[in-house]
């Protein structure tokens, strides 16, 4: 992203979290059969975003990390990479998977974020066909990311 670009914030009430999107961005509803959703938004075609809340049961981020891996990977995504990360103010987890075609060809890119604030699990997935180009968006907004106390 430029120094030029502009941020705007995302509440999300009642979470006590914000998402910070360029300017141009737009909120959406989140799907209720995508599970835990709380947050959609867009920049345009090919740059979205979800937020989640999960219940952490007393879970670390990496143990968060590791059962959302695992439901991944049983809806067939693959090639999981994982690091450390700051995020939501926090030592968080990223963790980078792929989706790829029936002929085994990339066809998509995804990373999502986890902190933990006591109770609650918060995931950041953003995703992009063109990693390479999106990668610092992706890593400027989860960089944005609040989690207030």
């Known amino acids: 992203m430029s120094d030029t670009t502009v941020w705007k914030p995302l509440a999300i009430v009642p979470y006590g979290a914000v998402l910070h999107v360029p300017a141009g961005w737009e909120a959406m509803p989140p799907v209720p059969a995508n599970g835990p959703e709380i947050l959609r938004a867009t920049g345009g075609p090919g740059r979205n975003l979800i937020v989640f809340k999960v219940p952490a049961r007393d879970m670390t981020a990496e143990k968060v990390a590791d059962v959302a891996q695992e439901k991944l990977e049983a809806?067939?995504?693959?090639?999981?990479?994982?690091?450390?990360?700051?995020?939501?103010?926090?030592?968080?987890?990223?963790?980078?998977?792929?989706?790829?075609?029936?002929?085994?060809?990339?066809?998509?890119?995804?990373?999502?974020?986890?902190?933990?604030?006591?109770?609650?699990?918060?995931?950041?997935?953003?995703?992009?066909?063109?990693?390479?180009?999106?990668l610092p968006l992706i890593e400027e907004i989860a960089a944005r990311f609040e989690l207030t106390d």
Not at 79 to 100: H, P
């Open 75 to 134: 809806h067939g995504y693959g090639d999981f990479t994982r690091t450390e990360a700051r995020f939501g103010g926090r030592q968080g987890v990223a963790l980078d998977f792929l989706t790829r075609h029936g002929s085994g060809a990339v066809i998509y890119r995804t990373r999502e974020y986890f902190a933990v604030r006591g109770n609650a699990a918060f995931i950041l997935g953003m995703g992009s066909a063109t990693w390479d180009e999106h």
